[in-house]
Protein backbone atom coordinates (compact mmCIF):
# COMPACT_ATOMS: atom_id res chain seq x y z
CA UNK A 1 0.00 0.00 0.00
CA UNK A 2 0.88 3.58 -0.68
CA UNK A 3 -0.49 7.35 0.67
CA UNK A 4 1.12 10.20 -0.88
CA UNK A 5 0.27 13.55 1.19
CA UNK A 6 -0.34 16.95 -0.96
CA UNK A 7 -1.11 20.74 -0.03
CA UNK A 8 1.47 21.79 2.11
CA UNK A 9 3.09 25.32 2.18
CA UNK A 10 4.08 28.78 3.61
CA UNK A 11 1.01 30.26 4.72
CA UNK A 12 0.38 33.65 7.59
CA UNK A 13 -0.77 32.98 10.93
CA UNK A 14 -4.32 33.09 10.68
CA UNK A 15 -4.44 31.56 7.34
CA UNK A 16 -6.24 28.49 5.91
CA UNK A 17 -4.41 25.58 3.80
CA UNK A 18 -6.39 21.92 2.83
CA UNK A 19 -4.28 18.75 2.87
CA UNK A 20 -4.98 15.82 0.96
CA UNK A 21 -3.73 11.79 1.08
CA UNK A 22 -4.42 9.04 -1.71
CA UNK A 23 -3.78 6.05 -0.76
CA UNK A 24 -3.62 3.39 -3.47
CA UNK A 25 -2.65 -0.35 -3.12
CA UNK A 26 -4.96 -1.81 -0.65
CA UNK A 27 -8.95 -1.63 0.55
CA UNK A 28 -9.10 2.06 1.35
CA UNK A 29 -12.39 2.30 2.68
CA UNK A 30 -11.62 -0.58 5.46
CA UNK A 31 -9.40 1.59 7.26
CA UNK A 32 -8.55 4.13 10.28
CA UNK A 33 -7.11 6.88 8.76
CA UNK A 34 -5.36 9.43 11.01
CA UNK A 35 -3.12 12.39 10.24
CA UNK A 36 -0.22 12.83 12.42
CA UNK A 37 2.77 16.02 12.52
CA UNK A 38 6.36 16.18 13.68
CA UNK A 39 7.57 19.79 14.14
CA UNK A 40 11.31 20.40 14.08
CA UNK A 41 13.07 18.86 17.65
CA UNK A 42 9.42 17.42 18.51
CA UNK A 43 8.41 14.17 18.63
CA UNK A 44 5.67 12.94 16.10
CA UNK A 45 1.79 13.89 17.38
CA UNK A 46 -1.14 12.26 16.61
CA UNK A 47 -3.64 15.13 14.90
CA UNK A 48 -6.64 13.63 13.86
CA UNK A 49 -8.16 10.30 12.91
CA UNK A 50 -11.41 9.00 11.13
CA UNK A 51 -12.86 5.42 11.00
CA UNK A 52 -13.43 3.87 7.97
CA UNK A 53 -16.96 4.75 6.93
CA UNK A 54 -16.50 8.46 8.28
CA UNK A 55 -18.88 8.17 10.86
CA UNK A 56 -16.86 9.45 13.63
CA UNK A 57 -13.89 11.86 13.88
CA UNK A 58 -11.44 12.85 17.03
CA UNK A 59 -9.16 15.44 17.03
CA UNK A 60 -6.07 16.43 19.59
CA UNK A 61 -6.84 19.44 22.22
CA UNK A 62 -4.36 21.35 19.89
CA UNK A 63 -6.52 21.56 16.79
CA UNK A 64 -10.11 21.07 17.84
CA UNK A 65 -11.89 23.78 16.49
CA UNK A 66 -9.87 24.74 13.76
CA UNK A 67 -8.74 21.70 11.83
CA UNK A 68 -11.62 18.96 10.11
CA UNK A 69 -10.45 15.19 9.10
CA UNK A 70 -12.78 14.06 6.49
CA UNK A 71 -12.54 11.28 3.76
CA UNK A 72 -13.94 10.18 0.21
CA UNK A 73 -14.16 6.41 0.07
CA UNK A 74 -14.65 6.29 -3.23
CA UNK A 75 -11.76 8.57 -4.55
CA UNK A 76 -9.42 6.48 -1.85
CA UNK A 77 -8.51 10.31 -0.29
CA UNK A 78 -8.30 11.78 3.34
CA UNK A 79 -8.02 15.30 3.68
CA UNK A 80 -7.47 17.74 6.30
CA UNK A 81 -9.22 21.29 6.60
CA UNK A 82 -7.08 23.49 8.78
CA UNK A 83 -8.72 26.94 9.65
CA UNK A 84 -6.90 29.71 11.76
CA UNK A 85 -3.55 28.39 11.45
CA UNK A 86 -1.24 29.01 14.00
CA UNK A 87 2.77 29.37 14.02
CA UNK A 88 2.80 26.48 16.44
CA UNK A 89 1.15 24.66 13.49
CA UNK A 90 4.57 24.20 11.85
CA UNK A 91 5.59 21.07 10.78
CA UNK A 92 5.76 18.07 8.45
CA UNK A 93 1.78 16.34 7.94
CA UNK A 94 1.60 13.04 7.35
CA UNK A 95 -0.97 10.35 6.65
CA UNK A 96 -1.48 6.96 8.53
CA UNK A 97 -3.82 3.92 7.48
CA UNK A 98 -4.40 1.54 10.23
CA UNK A 99 -6.91 -1.95 10.27
CA UNK A 100 -5.73 -4.16 13.59
CA UNK A 101 -2.21 -4.89 12.59
CA UNK A 102 -1.75 -3.71 9.42
CA UNK A 103 -0.58 0.40 8.65
CA UNK A 104 0.43 2.25 6.44
CA UNK A 105 2.52 5.87 6.23
CA UNK A 106 2.86 8.72 4.08
CA UNK A 107 6.35 10.36 3.76
CA UNK A 108 4.63 13.70 4.45
CA UNK A 109 3.58 17.30 3.66
CA UNK A 110 5.38 20.42 5.16
CA UNK A 111 3.42 23.15 6.54
CA UNK A 112 5.12 26.38 7.24
CA UNK A 113 2.92 29.14 9.47
CA UNK A 114 4.90 32.07 9.14
CA UNK A 115 4.59 36.07 8.31
Known amino acids: GQLVESGGGLVQPGGSLRLSCAASGFTFSTYVMNWYRQAPGKEREWVAG????????HYADSVKGRFTISRDNAKNTVYLQMNSLKPEDTAVYSC?????????WGKGTLVTVSS
Open 96 to 104: NALRATMGY
Open 50 to 57: ITATGGIT
